[in-house]
């Protein structure tokens, strides 16, 4: 074969739940095989792992891997040449990264004998162990420190002071750009602890608590120079923060307590005091009567939409325009002539009015009475003064249409339907006429009339 390549390494970023990583043939390897547990070699094959978090695992080899700590590579087709197939022991974390890397041994295999035949095969597997060998070197020094060409020949870059000497000391550069060992404090030090500085260990640093109000200049110390929740309650003195403290505006929605649903801040204690949560009541009867709560704007508009409707006037009234007769010599309803209502309130007056046209044929007197469903109204308290509502016509309106007035009011003390009506009667060979005269003609000056009964609800 030969190295088209030039790298010995390729990263993938496993899915969740991956255990195999396929290596293309721009990676062939020689030794498929040889399992080096010392140096975590599956043949030619290293696996380091990076997990999300940034911890880094060399993955140990082994012919049956366990867990995910162990790998092992089949190469593929049975050739190294052709790459291969990594499998991890257990499925691996969403984002970790595994790096497959070729680590040819530095060695040559390949023993070339004085006046022996030259193995084309071998050979060239020799000089491709050479530039694996040589692109896995390549791949270290990508990642060491490097220094520019132009430097000077006279720079040194080596440390030649043992172990002992130059422990405890920093890796730096000289005055001249050499690189050399520098102590952590050049010579004798001290510090003034008055400013807030100690000396521990040969290290200078600020002690705890050293840096008081003295030290920090007005307006130094911003929001770019504390992390976020640095400061908390014990570092805030005890009414430390006032309104001067506090900007304009700086104590958001977001930085005030959370409240309690259907509550709103305020104060119903009566005198001065903290905000409180009052409660905000959404009843559209506003029956829990409460003096220290709000109602929502829902419940003011569907009582107050209920209050009107429940006060408009409970008014109705029946026109009887046709004419009407009787020859009944007991009370017998009026047709039609009656009006229904429902008081809203039990407590409520009903103011009943009524207007009626009407006359007799006879000589004797026809009566009407007015009823409250199947009760004739009387007024009055006691029996001595109680009188019925009644109407009388005379015989002598036989000619004529007599107008009957009614205007009184009833206590029925009820929600319940109630009806008012009248009803009538006449003597033997009477007849009793509504809403014409007697003759009832065409030229007849009286003409014909109407009646009307009205029943209101007068609110208590």
């Known amino acids: 074969m030969a190295l088209s390549g030039t ?33 975590k070699k599956f043949g030619d094959i290293k696996v380091t792992k990076e997990s999300a978090a940034g911890v880094i695992t060399q993955l140990t080899p082994d012919a049956t891997p366990a867990d995910g700590t162990e790998f092992k590579i089949d190469a593929t087709n049975g050739d190294p040449a052709q790459g291969c ?32 035949t030259i193995d084309p095969t071998a050979l060239n597997k020799a000089l491709d162990r050479v530039v694996a060998q040589n692109q896995q070197q390549n791949d270290e020094f990508t990642r060491t ?65 050293g840096i ?11 929001t770019a120079q504390i992390a976020d929740d640095a400061v908390e309650q014990a570092q805030i003195a005890d009414n430390a923060v006032g309104t001067s403290q506090i900007a304009n505006g700086a104590i958001t929605k977001a930085k005030i307590e959370d409240v309690t649903n259907m509550r709103v801040l305020g104060n119903t204690s009566g005198s001065d005091s903290a905000p409180q949560e009052v409660s905000v009541l959404d009843e559209d009867d506003m029956d829990s009567n409460d003096a220290e709560a709000l109602a929502t ?115 029925p003390n009820t929600t319940d339907e109630i009806t008012y009506k009248f009803k009538w009667k006449v003597s033997t060979n009477d007849t009793i006429y509504l809403n014409r005269s007697y003759t009832d ?8 009339t109407i009646s009307t009964i009205t029943a209101e609800e007068i609110y208590q």
């Not at 293309?24 to 040889?34: L, Q």
């Not at 440390?159 to 730096?172: E, F, H, I, Y």
């Not at 920090?216 to 911003?222: E, F, G």
């Open 297 to 411: 704007q829902q419940s003011i508009k569907a009582y107050v939409d209920n209050e009107i409707n429940l006060y408009k006037p409970n008014i109705n009234q029946t026109v009887v325009s046709a004419t009407k007769s009787s020859t009944s010599t007991s009370f017998a309803d009026i047709t039609d002539l009656n009006v229904a209502i429902t008081p809203k309130f039990s407590n409520s007056k009903i103011r009943v009015t009524a207007m009626l046209n009407a006359t007799i044929s006879g000589d004797d007197i026809g009566l009407i009475q007015t009823f409250r469903d199947t009760t004739q109204i009387a007024l009055g308290d006691t029996a001595g003064s109680r009188s019925r509502v009644t109407f009388q016509i005379e015989p002598s309106d036989n000619q004529h249409i007599v107008c009957l007035n009614l205007d009184f009011l009833d206590s």
């Open 85 to 116: 197939v990594v499998t991890i022991g257990a499925g691996a974390t969403l984002n970790d990264k595994y790096t497959v890397e070729r680590d040819v041994a530095y060695t040559q295999e390949y023993d070339l004998q004085g006046g022996a």
């Open 212 to 222: 008081t109000n003295a030290f920090i200049a007005n307006d130094a110390v911003d």
């Open 7 to 39: 790298t010995n390494k390729i990263t993938f970023t496993a899915v969740a739940g991956q255990t195999q990583f396929t290596v293309p043939s721009s990676i062939p390897f020689f030794d498929a095989t040889t399992i080096d547990t010392a140096n």
């Open 145 to 209: 420190i490097t220094f520019p060409v132009t430097d000077a020949d006279s720079i040194t870059y080596n440390v030649d002071t043992s172990a002992t000497d130059r422990a405890g000391k920093l890796l730096g550069f000289d005055s001249s750009g050499n690189v050399t060992e520098l102590a952590q404090i050049s010579g004798s030090a001290s510090v003034d602890t008055s400013r807030g500085l100690q000396l521990v260990n040969n290290q200078v640093g600020v002690k705890d608590d």
């Open 441 to 448: 003609s065409d030229t007849d000056d009286y003409g014909r």
